[in-house]
Nanobody, 132 residues
Framework: QVQLVESGGGLVQPGGSLRLHCTAS????????VGWFRQAPGEEREGVSC????????SYVDSVRGRLTISKDNAKNTVDLQMNSLKPEDTAVYYC?????????????????????????WGKGTLVTVSS
């Protein structure tokens, strides 16, 4: 079954670290751009970071730059999000998404403007709670 599965979420104290994983099944992330998004309670989903399918370049939103690092492991077919110096405002459900032709800039994986259906694949999310 073609799917993305997130893992690695949990409860962590402020200032702590977590490493999230986005694992693809039945397709190779080698040819896909991947983005991490998050949705806090009562808030809209927002982009956090992405990695390009073309050159492996990365992008982050301002609120996480310097604290979060996205990376791709082609051997494991995963895209990880290393999260350091976590803050309570990082609390959210974190989702990953993949797309073959999306653009990665401004921390956001963006489908072509001509497309009406959104990104190709989404995971179901993993909860990150930052609290003392």
């Amino acid at each position: 079954q073609v799917q993305l599965v997130e893992s690695g979420g949990g409860l962590v104290q402020p200032g702590g670290s977590l490493r999230l994983h986005c694992t693809a099944s039945e397709f190779s992330l080698d040819f896909y751009g991947v983005g991490w998004f998050r949705q806090a309670p009562g808030e809209e989903r927002e982009g956090v970071s992405c990695i390009s399918s073309t050159d492996g370049s990365t992008s982050y939103v301002d609120s996480v730059r310097g604290r979060l690092t996205i990376s791709k492991d082609n051997a494991k077919n995963t895209v990880d999000l290393q999260m350091n110096s976590l803050k309570p405002e990082d609390t959210a459900v974190y989702y990953c998404a993949a797309d073959r032709v999306a653009s990665c800039y401004g921390g956001l994986l963006r489908p072509p403007r001509s497309r009406t259906t959104g990104l190709d694949y989404w995971g179901k999310g993993t909860l990150v709670t930052v609290s003392s």
